[in-house]
């Protein structure tokens, strides 16, 4: 163990104490320092996060911090498991397609809610307590899919790497609608005016037969987002299976 609490050899924050060291039971918990990482990254974004601001907002001294959190990426674990708590779980119906939609659906409200989320996640945050309680559920609603056991695992991470795609684009054209000097209405018509003029040359056939009677071919605020969600999901899971 380094000066500070810090380790000197790799670990698993998991399998630490709540709190390095002897001394007294501990004045904080893994809980509210979670909390209020979250906190901040939801109010003002992921790079707001720090040990200096968690352990203000905790009422602990930094340096104090490192006894219970050896890491900033420890700190980020911690994160993403405490929003992964949020999933409300229900009985597999045994419809795996209807079931691994509607956990979708969840993931993708969840990184809506805390958008910083879809940065964060990686394998080697998937196996925190919430997380492995997610992947054991998953594997439940799969069960009726004739499928080895570490297919279903790839299922599960193509779909969140969709979602994760999927919301990543809605948040940076929500990030950027914020930021036009008019409204995004009136862009997106300017910005579909000029594609229909390329298409009417008639040098794109294949790409206008495609657009015609679909989904608006540029972002279009009236575009229902969730049913276009929906669509690329059951692609997805259509493509397994069949």
């Not at 998991?14 to 893994?30: F, I, K, L, N, V």
């Not at 069960?143 to 999927?166: C, F, I, Q, R, T």
């Not at 914020?178 to 794109?204: F, N």
């Amino acid at each position: 163990m380094t000066a500070g609490g810090r380790p000197a050899e790799p670990e698993v924050i998991w399998s630490r104490p709540q709190r390095a060291g002897r001394g007294p039971r501990p004045a904080h918990s893994r809980e509210s320092i979670a909390a209020e990482a979250v906190r901040i990254a939801d109010a003002e974004g992921i790079e707001a996060v720090s040990m200096r601001r968690v352990a203000a907002g905790i009422g602990a001294g930094t340096m104090s911090l490192y006894n219970y959190v050896p890491r900033k990426d420890d700190l980020y674990e911690l994160m993403v498991d405490a929003v992964s708590g949020e999933y409300a779980f229900t009985e597999p119906t045994g419809d795996w397609r209807a079931d691994l939609l509607a956990l979708a659906r969840q993931t993708r409200a969840l990184m809506h809610r805390h958008p910083w989320l879809p940065r964060l996640l990686s394998p080697v945050h998937g196996f925190s307590p919430n997380a492995l309680a997610y992947l054991e559920h998953s594997l439940g609603c799969l069960a009726p899919l004739d499928a080895p056991d570490g297919e279903k695992l790839e299922l599960v991470a193509a779909v969140n790497g969709m979602v994760s795609a999927y919301v990543a684009s809605e948040l940076a054209l929500a990030e950027r609608a914020r930021s036009l000097p008019w409204s995004e209405a009136a862009e997106a018509g300017v910005r579909a005016a000029w594609l229909g003029s390329r298409l009417a040359t008639g040098q794109y056939p294949r790409l206008a037969a495609a657009l015609t009677g679909g989904p608006a071919p540029v972002p279009d605020a009236g575009l229902d987002m969730a049913a276009v969600f929906d669509r690329s999901v059951s692609r997805l899971l259509g493509a397994w299976g069949a």
